[in-house]
């Protein structure tokens, strides 16, 4: 494609057109990650740790049993392998973007690069909604674990009223009730807090704590699979699949509860949200990604298999810690669930940790491209790191946790990974095209359609057999989302608005990662400025062909021309 300059004879709607598919050259974007004052601390295990920490939490100590009691019956085994599968397919196309562009936008930032600023600010948008819905679902579920706790290690039980949330969902009317005598979650409004809280101090000890937490989990996961196991009567898995009723069961109710465990699997994405955080992200990421999916995927499957059976589904129904209670119907388990309780609230606490961990980083680097308020993508100065994001990111999530049930916001969550789960296997398949010769830290195997396209159809597929109510919570949210950038973004855009952006205000940021003119920027990096750099090497490089080219006249032009002037793209 050809970049070409038009006078103000060129329609309106023209120019609108091209803003709204205008897309960030590529080596802006490599530019940035290279040059951070994030700390850059964590290794591959880290990255390890923080996908296992995000992933292994609500999905086996909460949704299980909310899935197989309302949806699959045993059968949610199988929702878990359909989800593993999809997130597998999803997962190698993010660990190929996450290599060729290593940015903490995740697919926000992919997106930008290959379809332009409406659809990046929409998955932008939507990841907001995936990590702050994601972190106040396992609130819930953290809450009521504690709640079991005190009870069973204390004998202290908790007035409903402070524990619970005021309203509750019915799966079968697909309508809000009341949760009479309830008012407020006040345990999982302290959990958001306290994890917002460490995340503002600092990387490095929330590195330090997800660590120690992931340990503690997965011993305690293995700990129910072997302990468990001695109580499973095979009489629990019949029927497997059963008979359809209402909307739930049958197997339409296999791919529902596919839709709702689908939740479990978030984590492995927010990986790539650390990326300016890595010491190597373009070899690391991948790995951190891929393993810790895997490792996921193999104790997800485990765990059901036990709960379905040791006892019947339908027991499980309403059930917010399902693996406890289902301890509770076979003596000589006390210290077995104790065990578990322990486990259940290190563990969600982590997976809380980092969706607080990835969201604000999101916020920060679309509030970097000028789409939101300045204040959002400056570092504090002494921790480095969002903490104005991450602040706002917290009390929203507390707020959530407070007062809606984990069931409305398990599914809310779900459909919102898939719709980016679409976009980033999309993604690849453009920038094999578009940027053919960018050196990868990974490659999609098979080409560019064989694993890609298979990704996005089948997300395709659970996101439209999600419920009604939940498709039209996600379209109301995108709604909004495309109203406030209409409002704002639209005008705020660095690439759309470069005489809104002077020198004052790049230097508002503290750093110097706004960088517009090459020259400086390249003399800089021979100075080695930059508190945050890594070495580059060739997969930081964009070889010299045609597209590359266009990548540095784009570069050069990195903003939208004045009304008598319009820049484009034609075929």
Request: proline content about 6%; overall charge positive; cysteine-free.
């Given at each position: 494609m050809a970049i070409v300059q038009h006078d103000g004879t060129v329609p309106l709607w023209k120019r609108i057109v091209w803003r709204l598919i205008a897309r960030k050259p590529l080596e802006q974007i490599l530019h940035e990650g290279r040059r951070t004052q994030m700390k850059r601390i964590l290794g591959r295990l880290d990255l390890i740790a923080i996908g296992i920490g995000a992933i292994i939490g609500t999905g086996i100590f909460v949704l299980t049993g909310v899935a197989a009691a309302e949806n699959a019956g045993p059968a949610v085994i199988i929702s878990f392998i359909i989800g593993g599968v999809i997130s597998g397919l999803s997962a190698f196309s993010y660990s190929e973007l996450s290599s060729m562009v290593p940015i903490s936008g995740s697919a926000f930032t992919y997106t930008y690069a290959t379809m332009g600023e409406l659809m990046a600010w929409i998955i932008g948008w939507d990841l907001i909604l995936e990590y702050l819905v994601g972190a106040a679902t396992v609130a819930v579920g953290w809450s009521s674990y504690v709640v079991s706790f005190f009870s069973d290690v204390f004998n202290v039980d908790f007035t409903?009223?402070?524990?619970?949330?005021?309203?509750?969902?019915?799966?079968?009317s697909l309508s809000f009730k009341v949760n009479h005598g309830a008012y407020?979650?006040?345990p999982a409004i302290f959990i958001s807090l306290a994890m917002t809280l460490l995340l503002v101090l600092g990387i490095r000890q929330a590195s330090w704590l997800n660590r120690t937490i992931v340990c503690i989990k997965l011993v305690v996961v293995l700990l129910f699979i072997f302990g468990a196991c001695r109580f499973v009567d095979r009489d629990n898995y019949k029927p497997f699949v059963p008979k359809r009723e209402g909307n739930s069961y049958g197997a339409k109710g296999v791919f529902k509860g596919t839709q709702r465990v689908f939740f479990a699997y978030i984590g492995f994405d927010a990986v790539s949200t650390a990326a300016q955080e890595a010491k190597d992200p373009q070899r690391d990421l991948p790995w951190g990604i891929c393993l810790s999916l895997g490792i996921c995927?193999?104790?997800?499957?485990?765990v059901a298999t036990i709960l379905c059976g040791i006892v019947s589904y339908r027991e499980l129904?309403?059930?917010?810690?399902?693996?406890?209670?289902?301890?509770?119907f076979h003596d000589n388990t006390r210290w077995l669930r104790i065990l578990i309780e322990l486990g259940a609230i290190c563990g969600l606490s982590s997976v809380i940790l980092i969706m607080l961990m990835g969201q604000p980083r999101i916020f920060f680097t679309m509030a970097r491209d000028g789409l939101f308020p300045k204040i959002f993508g400056r570092l504090h100065h002494r921790f480095k790191t969002p903490y104005v994001p991450t602040i706002v990111s917290g009390v929203v999530c507390a707020v959530l946790a407070g007062v809606l049930p984990v069931d409305i916001l398990g599914d809310m969550t779900s459909v919102g990974t898939l719709l980016a789960f679409i976009l980033v296997n999309i993604g690849v398949i453009i920038m094999r095209f578009t940027h053919a010769h960018v050196e990868r830290g990974f490659r999609v195997p098979g080409g560019p359609f064989l694993i890609p396209v298979p990704g996005a159809l089948i997300a395709l597929v659970v996101l439209v057999l999600s419920d009604?109510?939940?498709?039209?919570?996600?379209?109301?949210?995108l709604g909004i989302g495309l109203v406030v950038?209409?409002?704002?973004?639209?005008?705020?855009s660095r690439i759309g608005n470069p005489e809104r952006w002077s020198e004052e205000d790049t230097a508002y940021f503290q750093d110097d990662v706004m960088v517009y003119d090459k020259g400086a920027s390249a003399k800089k990096e021979e100075e080695g400025e930059g508190r945050g750099e890594y070495e580059p090497n060739d997969r930081d490089s964009v070889k010299d062909d045609t597209s590359h080219q266009e990548e540095i006249q784009t570069q050069q032009h990195y903003h939208m021309p004045t009304p008598s002037q319009v820049i484009y793209r034609d075929n």
């Open positions: 409903r009223k402070t524990t619970q949330a005021p309203v509750l969902w019915d799966s079968s407020i979650n006040i995927t193999v104790l997800y499957i485990a129904k309403g059930q917010a810690s399902p693996l406890v209670y289902a301890l509770t009604g109510p939940t498709i039209y919570r996600l379209f109301i949210w950038y209409a409002v704002y973004g639209y005008g705020h």
